[in-house]
């Protein structure tokens, strides 16, 4: 089983529409997680962090983290064509030491159409 | 130049030829990782610097060689790679090594080995 799983998509929504990410993991021992933005043809940039449970709001984006059913969530709230890009999922644990190892979904692709 | 920049963008060779990617960070820094992004997978961490001595190799074929001569730089040695090599390879840093430590990435290196 993989650590993280993801649904690569690809997910094409209207413009103004609520869009939900969501990636499920296996490992409980997970504590920080993230949800990354990447464009075509660059890096990834980080969109939202979490740490634990809860949830957390910016602006037309919400992270949600369910720990007790290892699910983690990126909503997006009237949704622009400028939103169309790949978006990962993102983790990691407290292993006691200084070494911090992300654990990656292999990403959604997003397409927002006008 | 502002955040994490790579050189070069885009790089086609052939299996029995020798390059290097290179990756510099303006953003003062400890920490510097190689990732590999394939299609349809999540991205593979390859190998972490922390204060310009490498904490973690991820079981990465010898064929690839990482360098890191100060906090600010990273290069990566490529060397009679194999066609499944190719690849996005992405550059991050963290200002440390920590589990919390938020990795900002490059822009990449498009990889093709014919």
């Known amino acids: 089983q993989k650590e993280v799983e993801q649904d690569p998509g690809p997910l094409s929504v209207p413009e103004g529409a609520i869009v939900s990410l969501n990636c499920t993991y296996s490992?409980?021992?997970?504590?920080?997680f993230m949800w990354y933005r990447q464009y075509s043809r660059k890096g990834p940039e980080l969109l939202m962090y979490?740490?634990?449970?809860g949830n957390k709001e910016d602006g037309r984006f919400t992270a949600q983290v369910d720990k007790s059913s290892k699910y983690i969530s990126l909503f997006i709230r009237d949704s622009q064509p400028s939103d169309s890009a790949t978006y990962l999922c993102?983790?990691?644990?407290?292993?006691?030491?200084?070494?911090?190892?992300?654990?990656f979904g292999r990403g959604t692709q997003l397409t927002v159409w006008p | 130049e502002t955040g994490v920049t790579q050189t070069p963008r885009h790089l086609v060779m052939g299996m029995t030829n020798k390059k290097s990617l290179k990756c510099e960070q303006h953003?003062?820094?400890?920490?510097m990782y190689w990732y590999k992004q394939s299609a349809k997978k999540p991205l593979e961490l390859m190998f972490v610097?922390?204060?310009?001595?490498?904490?973690e190799n991820n079981s990465v074929p010898s064929r690839f060689s990482p360098e890191c001569p100060n906090s600010s730089h990273l290069f990566l040695h490529l060397h009679t790679l194999q066609p499944e090599d190719s690849a996005l390879y992405l550059c991050?840093?963290?200002?440390?090594?920590?589990?919390?430590?938020?990795?900002?990435f490059g822009p990449g290196t498009r990889l093709t080995v014919l």
């Open positions: 991050a840093s963290s200002q440390g090594a920590g589990e919390s430590d938020t990795q900002y």
């Open positions: 490992n409980s021992a997970f504590q920080y």
């Open positions: 979490t740490y634990s449970s």
């Open positions: 993102a983790m990691s644990y407290d292993r006691g030491s200084t070494l911090g190892r992300l654990y």
């Open positions: 953003l003062g820094h400890n920490a």
């Open positions: 610097y922390s204060l310009e001595e490498r904490v």
